[in-house]
């Protein structure tokens, strides 16, 4: 359902259709997409980078449209995230071993904002790693008007006749949308129960995103790298 539409649906719902209450109405939509982008790993949400990295390499940063890093493999094998806290517990030398690579961990973002991981170990030969990550939401690149903000600063996340990338939303986002134009014009109560309705409607999403679509569920034991096979006879 394109931005333009859903706004001009709630307006007439709660009976708002003045410009002013519209760009109100396609801020809200905006913001409340933007949530649900971040609610969840929405197949959508997911992308797939490539960086070349060379000897010795501890930190890397990942592309800037990378939000968060899920998953990555070196080597033509998959290497999961690990804590801090748990690299001490098991085998501290990690973060100095050199070697082929076996986990990451996920670093605070740079002075620019975007997001890096460190390698455990240090790598003894060049390769590629491919990272799996979550993508930061963006402008839909299209022509749109500065009312859909009121900061003319920040561009609108959807153009008018934009819509969002995450299947199955819609009835989700309406909820939300017409709960926030009714606590802005102070029908808590009214409001509360939209809030809870599009909660109903973001958990049928999911399950259309979990279950719905073409998808395996696994269980997929991790040996981590520091066993081997003698520890287990």
């Known amino acids: 359902m ?6 001009q649906f709630v307006a007439d719902k709660v009976q708002k259709t003045d410009a002013a209450s519209i760009a109100m109405i396609k801020n809200f939509i905006d913001r409340r997409y933007e949530m649900m982008w971040d609610s969840a790993l929405w197949r959508e949400t997911l992308a797939t980078t490539t960086y070349t990295i060379t000897v010795d390499t501890e930190e890397v940063t990942l592309n800037a449209t990378v939000d968060l890093p899920v998953s990555a493999r070196w080597n033509d094998m998959e290497i999961v995230p690990m804590d801090y806290q748990s ?15 076996t986990n990451f961990l996920v670093l605070p973002r740079d002075a620019s904002g975007n997001a890096m991981i460190k390698l455990l170990r240090k790598p003894d030969k060049e390769k ?8 930061k939401i963006t402008s839909d690149g299209n022509t749109w008007t500065t009312s859909s903000s009121t900061d003319t600063d920040v561009l609108p996340i959807l153009s008018d006749d934009g819509e969002p990338k995450i ?14 134009i009714l606590e802005h014009m102070r029908q808590y109560g009214k409001a509360q129960v939209k809030y809870q309705e599009a909660g109903n409607h973001l958990a049928v999403a999911r399950d259309m995103d979990n279950h719905q679509s073409g998808r395996i569920t696994r269980i997929v034991p991790q040996v981590e790298s520091f066993w081997s096979v003698g520890d287990f006879e």
């Not at 690299?87 to 690579?101: C, E, H, K, M, R």
């Not at 590629?128 to 993508?135: A, D, E, I, R």
């Not at 299947?167 to 926030?180: H, K, M, P, Q, T």
Request: hydrophobic share 45%; charged share 20%; aromatic share 6%.
């Open 2 to 7: 394109k931005k333009a539409a859903t706004a």
């Open 87 to 101: 690299v001490f517990q098991i085998d501290p030398t990690l973060f100095n071993d050199a070697g082929s690579v």
């Open 128 to 135: 590629s790693l491919l990272v799996l990550g979550k993508q």
């Open 167 to 180: 299947n199955g939303i819609d009835n989700a986002l309406l909820s939300f949308v017409e709960g926030d």
